[in-house]
């Protein structure tokens, strides 16, 4: 299963984008699913997980400002980022883990810039 990260660009400061990630097939084998970035010069971060029944995470850095959801019928998840800062600029990869035989799919990542 492949994953393609689209919705990426350039919004000013307060500003909202809705990021996708849509599998080549069926994700109902993945346990849990979500949003990294990573900014020039930085280590790759966790910003949102959503588990096969819906649970969702966030670290307190995004709590608040950003959603997770996922659309089985459509093999999508999304990330809802609203309220957005400078720092939030970053490519954005999404995630795949299957527990069941330990492997993790990634995304190609989609570039997100937020102007002050």
């Known amino acids: 299963v492949q994953l393609q990260a689209s919705g990426g660009g350039l919004v000013q400061a307060g500003g909202s984008l809705r990021l996708s990630c849509t599998a080549s097939?069926?994700?109902?084998?993945?346990?849990?699913m979500g949003w990294h970035r990573q900014a020039p010069g930085k280590q790759r971060e966790w910003v949102a997980r959503?588990?096969?029944?819906?649970?969702?995470n966030y670290p307190d850095s995004v709590k608040g400002g950003f959603t997770i959801s996922r659309d089985n019928a459509k093999n999508t998840i999304y990330l809802q980022m609203n309220s957005l800062k400078p720092e939030d600029t970053a490519v954005y990869y999404c995630?795949?883990?299957?527990?069941?035989?330990?492997?993790?799919?990634w995304g190609q990542g989609t570039q997100v810039t937020v102007s002050s």
């Open positions: 959503i588990t096969i029944g819906g649970n969702t």
């Open positions: 097939g069926s994700i109902f084998k993945f346990n849990i």
């Open positions: 995630n795949a883990i299957d527990l069941g035989d330990n492997s993790a799919e």
